[in-house]
Nanobody, 122 residues
Framework: QVRIVESGGGLVQPGGSLRLSCQAS????????MAWYRQAPGKQREFVAQ???????YYVDSLKGRFTISRDNAKNTGYLQMNSLKPEDTAVYYC????????????????WGQGTQVTVSS
């Protein structure tokens, strides 16, 4: 079983920064793409950014320059650095991870974390 846990959310003033973490644990054989999504109140979940195992990063156009995705393969952990935060960035941020397990190495699966709340407000 693979577990995904996000952390690092909180309340921050406009213009501030936060760094989210996404920790994958369990019987992981290989970790593939790690992605961040967010869901604001009353809205659909939307893609934020993703990073491949080889560190190729992709962002939604509207967030380029403010958000930076990274990962540490040795720690099975991904990060989302968020700068110059705006009230419209307020949302629950979710991590999605693609992986192979020790017992099913031929199958790529994915899992979601429980989300971490980010609130940008003065």
């Amino acid at each position: 079983q693979v577990r995904i846990v996000e952390s690092g959310g909180g309340l921050v003033q406009p213009g501030g920064s936060l760094r989210l973490s996404c920790q994958a644990s369990g019987n992981i054989f290989n970790l593939h793409t790690m992605a961040w999504y967010r869901q604001a109140p009353g809205k659909q979940r939307e893609f934020v950014a993703q990073i491949t195992r080889s560190h190729d990063a992709y962002y939604v156009d509207s967030l380029k320059g403010r958000f930076t995705i990274s990962r540490d393969n040795a720690k099975n952990t991904g990060y989302l650095q968020m700068n110059s935060l705006k009230p419209e960035d307020t949302a629950v941020y979710y991590c999605n991870v693609e992986f192979q397990t020790d017992t099913e190495q031929g199958r790529v699966q994915d899992a979601w974390g429980q989300g971490t709340q980010v609130t940008v407000s003065s």
